[in-house]
């Protein structure tokens, strides 16, 4: 069963404006973590940023933080002041307590306009 | 730090060939994982190997064989390849048991089956 849903195939946004890309997920266990990936066209995957289910508040690193509303099993990422650089595929992963493995959703592609 | 190594970076097979897909990382992570990426359908886990000697099943492992003679090595073999088999190829590895610690990934291995 899929864990991790983006229903954004694409998504485009204006250089210097803010984007949301949006990520559900299904989990029973009460300790799980959720990350973000960013995969620009050179094809490697970076890390950009992570959100325990326990943490109180909203992860960030600079210009990404992560909207997380556990009720809604939620969390999207919040890209503030697009770059063209931000054009890329971003991916949300989660990984449930006890389990190493990391699953991914199908990803967003995001295209910055200038 | 050389991080995650993948080789090759590309590869053409015809099908019914068999070849080796090598991962070497030096992060001394117990962790250590195969993906595959397919357009629409995001980086789905094929095997998984939780130290030296130790190897599962993720969730397309079939035509694909695995092992874990090391803790730097884990190398992925096709055992015959098939068309359904091209695809990009991603190694992972991190620490075991950590929830918060990210995947680190090599560069890729894109592979074409003919």
């Known amino acids: 069963a899929q864990k991790i849903t983006q229903t954004q195939p694409g998504m485009f946004v204006q250089e210097k404006e803010a984007v949301t890309l949006d990520c559900t997920y299904d989990?029973?266990?009460?300790?799980?973590?959720l990350f973000w990936y960013k995969q620009p066209s050179s094809g490697e995957m970076i890390f950009l940023i992570y959100?325990?289910?326990?943490?109180?508040q909203n992860a960030t690193e600079g210009r990404y933080s992560l909207n997380f509303q556990k009720a809604r099993k939620s969390a999207n990422l919040v890209i503030s002041a697009s770059q063209l650089g931000d054009s890329a595929m971003y991916f949300c992963a989660m990984r449930e307590g006890g389990n190493n493995d990391m699953r991914f959703g199908a990803g967003t592609r995001l295209t910055v306009k200038p | 730090n050389a991080g995650v190594t993948q080789t090759p970076k590309f590869q053409v097979l015809k099908t019914g060939q068999s070849m080796t897909l090598q991962c070497a990382q030096d992060?001394?992570?117990?962790?250590m994982s195969w993906y595959r990426q397919d357009p629409g359908m995001g980086l789905r886990l094929i095997h998984y190997s939780v130290g030296a000697g130790i190897t599962d099943q993720g969730e397309v492992p079939n035509g694909y064989n695995v092992s874990r003679s090391t803790t730097e090595d884990f190398p992925l073999r096709l055992l015959s390849a098939a068309p359904s088999q091209t695809s990009v190829y991603f190694c992972a590895s991190s620490f075991q048991g950590s929830l918060n610690t990210e995947a680190f990934f090599g560069q890729g291995t894109r592979l074409t089956v003919v």
């Open positions: 989990t029973s266990d009460p300790s799980y973590g």
């Open positions: 992060m001394n992570h117990e962790y």
């Open positions: 959100q325990g289910s326990y943490d109180q």
